[in-house]
């Protein structure tokens, strides 16, 4: 079987990302891999190029014939020297890892101020969030029924010491003399 290493077309319209792969010559352009060896991003400044040089030499070995655009490629990260023992080329540019936010951030602050400072303000923030969670959950631990005087409208106060409720009325029996099937007898002798 003739095998090829091509592109596999992967992403979405006008941002393209291809796989390197070791297929049948036979095959579509996207059609069934046999192994994938790297990824390549052109999109990306500079261009984002993996190859696995251990099996692309192996396949290289065993007659797979690259494409054009993978020859280039190969070339570029040197693997295609290596298999023909040629010098290496120049080392390829690689994209400068990205800085942090919070150090980006720190820095613009102390160019604003004047005055280096070692952190942010957002973890203090959070600092101060926690202890006042700390400070109301005893507050929520009282019952929420009883409310200071100042609060409870003057309607709600009563006037005398003892409340209406306990207070019987001439007409109304106490509660313990209905005589319903709740009310439990009440003792002779106290």
């Known amino acids: 079987m003739a095998t090829k290493i091509k592109l596999m077309r992967r992403g979405k319209m006008r941002e393209p990302h291809y796989r390197i792969v070791v297929a049948d010559a036979r095959t579509k352009r996207d059609g069934r891999a046999i192994e994938t060896i790297g990824e390549y991003h052109p999109k990306n400044d500079p261009s ?7 099996r692309a030499a192996y396949w290289l070995g065993v007659g797979a014939q690259p494409t054009e655009a993978v020859a280039a490629i190969l070339r570029v990260t040197g693997d295609w020297q290596k ?3 040629e010098p290496a080329p120049a080392p390829m540019r690689m994209a400068e890892p990205k800085t942090d936010k919070l150090a980006l951030f720190n820095a613009a602050l102390a160019d604003a101020t004047g005055e280096p400072e070692a952190e942010a303000t957002t973890p203090r923030k959070r600092a101060a969030k926690s202890t006042k969670a700390a400070v109301a959950q005893p507050a929520s631990d009282e019952p929420k029924s009883e409310q200071p005087k100042s609060e409870q409208p003057k309607s709600e106060q009563p006037k005398s010491e003892q409340p209406k409720s306990e207070q019987p009325k001439s007409d109304e029996k106490p509660p313990a003399e ?3 099937p709740a009310a439990a007898p009440e003792p002779a002798g106290s």
């Open 178 to 180: 209905t005589g319903g």
């Open 48 to 54: 984002v190029i993996k190859v696995d040089g251990e």
């Open 83 to 85: 298999f023909k023992g």
